[in-house]
């Protein structure tokens, strides 16, 4: 790696958001292929049995007669969300979420239907912890989050998830911890 990392032009929209001297070095996205793991499909299998329990039950209780089958519809909706919400969520939130390094700082911005557009930005300083996860695509964490979840508090790694240029940003980020020190 060279000690002077090529940058990219500033491209429109950044202006008031980089500090001067700032320049941007690297930009791109996660790779938005679908993809599906263990944990999916044991989330899909409770769903879909969450939902058929429910679509039972439903029957069950429109034969008395009456609207009281209508509550079932609650729970078949959450267990239809359950059985493929989670890939399709996690598939639609990489498709609309892009990253930029900087000589000083990582930004992760996010553009969804529910969260709307946000703009996170991360510095990266000599003490900071990167850990690369991964070959290709690779992740490359430089952050902690506290996310709050039913059974407490977890901490959650924050960074750019599945590049396909992994190993070269965790070098162009070595290459800023180095300048800062």
């Given amino acids: 790696m060279t000690d002077t990392p090529a940058t990219i032009p500033t491209p429109p929209g950044w202006e008031g958001i980089l500090d001067a001297g700032e320049t941007i070095l690297w930009q791109g996205q996660p790779d938005g292929r679908f993809t599906f793991g263990l944990r999916d499909a044991f989330t899909g299998v409770f769903g879909f049995f969450f939902a058929g329990f429910a679509l039972f039950w439903m029957i069950l209780?429109?034969?008395?007669?009456?609207?009281?089958?209508a509550f079932g519809l609650i729970h078949f909706s959450v267990g239809v969300a359950l059985a493929v919400g989670g890939p399709f969520w996690r598939f639609y939130r990489l498709r609309h979420t892009w990253y930029t390094l900087t000589t000083r700082r990582a930004f992760i911005a996010t553009d969804t239907l529910t969260g709307g557009r946000s703009l996170a930005a991360f510095p990266i300083t000599a003490e900071t912890v990167l850990t690369l996860v991964g070959e290709n695509p690779g992740s490359v964490h430089f952050a902690q989050a506290k996310r709050r979840g039913r059974n407490g508090t977890r901490i959650t790694p924050v960074?750019?998830?599945?590049?396909?240029?992994?190993?070269?940003?965790l070098a162009l980020m070595r290459d800023i911890q180095k300048k800062a020190r």
């Fill in 61 to 69: 209780a429109a034969q008395a007669g009456g609207y009281f089958w």
């Fill in 159 to 169: 960074g750019f998830e599945r590049i396909h240029e992994a190993r070269e940003v």
